[in-house]
């Protein structure tokens, strides 16, 4: 049985307290890896029902995490997200699907994606990662953590600096990680070639005008 629209938009209502207002992961982070899951699932053979409702989801208890309430925001937003769908009659078949491809979604964890699914949130949510979005997301960050533009004194390659050194020595400890190929559907890893690629131009565009060269 195929959800009706109605259903995502009262889910969307019914979450938006679990998100601030602001800041690199407010829902409409969110909303980009909607619209992106959708893209990505184009002309494939999946539950789009799962999709929508996991990628809704996916982040549900970020803020939980960011407040250290709860150690990994996957996890736990999965069993948030199995309990509002419960509550939703969400197919109970389809919460089985939904709550994997939560829980696996965090690239950082290592986790495999054993569905079609849970691939393609995957690699919606690590999309929003890569391009002009993640400049600002970065920067917005930055600004929340009271981190410095660049820190020119210490070497991009420097082992002891880290993703708080500064904001343009996080593009290469975490965002410049996110390569083309480690993406797992074959759209996904086109989108992220260009995506990649702007980082790199940009990134390369900063330090020279840093260093006053242009």
Request: with cysteine; aromatic share 8%.
């Amino acid at each position: 049985m195929k959800i009706n629209d109605r259903f995502f938009e009262e889910l969307k209502e019914k979450i938006q307290s679990y998100f601030i207002k602001g800041g690199s992961h407010a829902f409409d982070h969110t909303e980009r890896v909607y619209s992106l899951a959708l893209r990505l699932s184009k002309n494939k053979k999946v539950d789009l029902d799962v999709i929508k409702a996991a990628t809704l989801l996916h982040d549900i208890a970020r803020l939980k995490e960011e407040k250290k309430e709860v150690e990994c925001h996957a996890e736990h937003g999965a069993e948030i997200a199995e309990k509002i769908l419960m509550e939703m009659r969400f197919p109970e078949d389809k919460i089985k699907q939904v709550v994997h491809a939560i829980k696996v979604h965090r690239h950082s964890k290592g986790l495999k994606a054993e569905t079609k699914e849970a691939e393609i949130l995957k690699d919606a949510d690590r999309l929003d990662a890569l391009g002009a979005i993640t400049i600002a997301r970065m920067f917005s960050t930055g600004g929340e953590l009271n981190r410095p533009l660049y820190n020119s004194k210490i070497s991009l390659d420097d082992k002891s600096s880290n993703f708080y050194t500064s904001t343009i020595h996080g593009f290469y400890h975490r965002i410049l990680k996110i390569t083309p190929e480690t993406f797992n559907t074959k759209e996904a890893k086109e989108i992220a070639k260009s995506r990649y690629k702007f980082v790199e131009e940009f990134l390369d565009r900063f330090l020279k005008e840093w260093e006053g060269k242009i």
